[in-house]
């Protein structure tokens, strides 16, 4: 296994996943005692697998497009993050309360990565089949790191407030530097 696509991978994953981190922290808070807090964690596990799914699938039907056309798909994540960057401009402070139960939990996981899907789609259609396992497998290992650091988090208020409070500046120039490396062909 390569070990500059399992950092790549582990990069990726944590800058596309940033914003997780905060909502993981919200879930932990609200939640009491050990099976609120499994709930949460199988939400969580459930949803970033709809999201490696649909990525997989977009992956490999981009397998179908000519040679040198995958790394264009870079476009997609600096649009994403200019996107990203424009609502985080136009964003109200007042966030909804995230819902309860796995099934609420993983919908809300989600729909909050979709924008995940437009950068994991190109850099694994880059990349070859143990690539692919290489991401894949790196991505649920930093589901679960990530869980454990929301709950940390859930248990800090004042480094919640600071990711609440710059999480929305890294999360879109990370998408427009993820994209230039995938159009360069870095992934």
């Known amino acids: 296994m390569d070990v500059g696509l399992l950092w790549r991978a582990a990069a990726m994953f944590a800058v596309t996943n940033a914003d997780d981190l905060v909502l993981l922290a919200v879930f932990f808070g609200q939640v009491a005692g050990r099976r609120g807090e499994l709930k949460v964690v199988a939400g969580q596990f459930l949803g970033f697998?709809?999201?490696?799914?649909?990525?997989?699938?977009?992956?490999?039907?981009a397998g179908l497009l000519p040679d040198g056309a995958v790394r264009w798909l870079g476009v997609l994540p600096i649009l994403l993050g200019l996107r990203?960057?424009?609502q985080?401009?136009?964003?109200?402070d007042d966030e909804p309360a995230p819902a309860a139960g796995v099934v609420g939990i993983a919908t809300v996981c989600f729909a909050n990565g979709g924008d995940n899907v437009g950068v994991y789609v190109p850099a694994f259609a880059a990349t070859g089949p143990a690539g692919l396992v290489g991401y894949v497998a790196v991505f649920l290992a930093g589901v679960a790191v990530w869980c454990l650091a929301g709950r940390f988090l859930a248990t800090r208020p004042g480094v919640a407030r600071v990711l609440a409070r710059w999480g929305h500046v890294l999360l879109p120039a990370a998408l427009i530097a993820l994209g230039v490396l995938i159009l360069i062909g870095a992934f």
């Open 84 to 86: 990203a960057a424009w």
């Open 88 to 92: 985080a401009w136009q964003q109200d």
């Open 49 to 61: 697998a709809a999201i490696l799914a649909v990525s997989v699938a977009g992956a490999l039907g």
